[in-house]
């Protein structure tokens, strides 16, 4: 049996941007709806600013990831842990095409004219009428007041969904041509079984298979909550982050597995931690790992090595065995790159040079070329 693990670039042949090209394609996509465009401008230019003060590198490309998690931070900034320490918001909220708020001021002024009309006396009469309604106006001005100091956080809402649909469609594979390259690797599992953790949200690997006629186990069903992978299968394929075809029902605890995108899918998609107890995710970690254990030889293709809690796996399984072997395939990775990539994300360094040496090989080559082998 053979263990592999993808990433993003294992599925680029089939025409499923990587991260950083993504957010472009995506940004360019929303370009035509004004408040998302809008809102978009102010993350990226946020995510580059704290880069060339942080990192030092305000030319680097944004992830569509980081785009997303911005996005959300931003869009629920109120309530926010450390909103109560923030002084006031960037300049940026508030000069961005400041919504009209012309509107809400009228309503406000109308609700007060009547409320001082309806509370004065008429013809010595006792004065009638429900009087000023200071509850009411105090939500308008209120309304008029959040909206004009961009303490409204719909726009970033909206963004954030619109990017996240937006790589939903860009993630789902139609043609069976555009994943023809994988053809090769599928077609050798009836000889030798493969075990596939995989980092992607598409379906190239399950239209190849569907293509070749051969199955593929996923884990999980819409019959059960417990994921599982038949020891007789042919092809196992780990989504360890989730599918664009997923939904889940957290009252239930039940799947639903569609022909085409779902939406909302089920995704851990954003920067930063992505281990959640929400679904299936840990409980396909686990079953990485116990694959791994088992495992004298781990192929990754495509995979840039930045998921500390992916790197953790392979660094423990590494380092407790001298005789197994990490086998990486990627035509833009170097051997420093994956020491770099891996000793960034882990605390405390625990990968030696002696190691990249002697335990991982580095193969220059395409997923296309990966998959012949």
């Not at 409320?115 to 009638?128: M, Q, S, T, Y």
């Not at 029902?249 to 107890?277: E, Y």
Request: a negative charge; glycine letters at 6%.
């Amino acid at each position: 049996m053979r263990t592999i693990l993808l990433g993003a670039g294992a599925s680029a042949e089939a025409g499923v941007c990587t991260a950083k090209q993504m957010a472009r394609e995506i940004y360019n996509s929303l370009r035509n709806r004004d408040e998302i465009e809008e809102a978009m401008d102010i993350a990226i230019g946020g995510l580059k600013n704290h880069r060339a003060i942080v990192s030092g590198q305000p030319f680097e490309e944004i992830d569509v990831e980081d785009l997303y998690e911005v996005l959300k931070l931003l869009g629920d900034r109120q309530s926010h842990l450390l909103a109560p320490f923030v002084g006031s918001w960037s300049h940026v909220f508030t000069a961005r095409a400041k919504p009209d708020t012309s509107w809400i001021i009228r309503d406000a002024v109308r609700e007060l004219e009547e409320g001082i009309h309806n509370a004065l006396p008429r013809d010595r009469e006792k004065p009638r009428g429900r009087g000023i309604d200071s509850r009411g106006f105090a939500h308008r001005l209120t309304e008029a007041i959040e909206l004009a100091t961009g303490a409204n956080t719909d726009a970033f809402v909206d963004a954030a969904n619109a990017v996240l649909k937006t790589l939903v469609n860009h993630c789902w594979i139609d043609s069976e041509i555009s994943v023809s390259y994988l053809a090769p690797l599928i077609e050798s599992s009836p000889r030798d079984s493969l075990w596939i953790a995989s980092l992607n949200y598409d379906n190239t690997i399950e239209l190849a298979a569907k293509q070749a006629g051969i199955p593929v186990s996923i884990g999980i069903s819409e019959e059960s909550t417990i994921v599982s992978f038949p020891g007789n299968s042919v092809i196992s394929l780990a989504k360890l982050h989730g599918s664009v075809n997923w939904e889940f029902d957290r009252k239930t605890g039940q799947w639903v597995i569609k022909d085409g995108p779902a939406w909302p899918p089920a995704l851990v998609f954003g920067s930063g931690n992505k281990l959640t107890v929400d679904g299936p995710f840990l409980d396909l970690l686990f079953a990485f790992r116990t694959q791994l254990e088992n495992s004298s030889a781990l192929e990754v293709c495509g995979y840039s090595f930045r998921d500390p809690h992916v790197n953790h796996l392979i660094l423990n399984w590494l380092t407790k065995d001298p005789n197994r072997k990490l086998q990486v395939f990627d035509p833009n990775l170097s051997s420093d790159g994956i020491y770099n990539a891996i000793n960034t994300t882990i605390f405390p360094l625990r990968l030696n040079v002696d190691v990249v040496h002697r335990q991982i090989s580095l193969a220059q080559i395409s997923a296309a070329e990966w998959a012949r082998t």
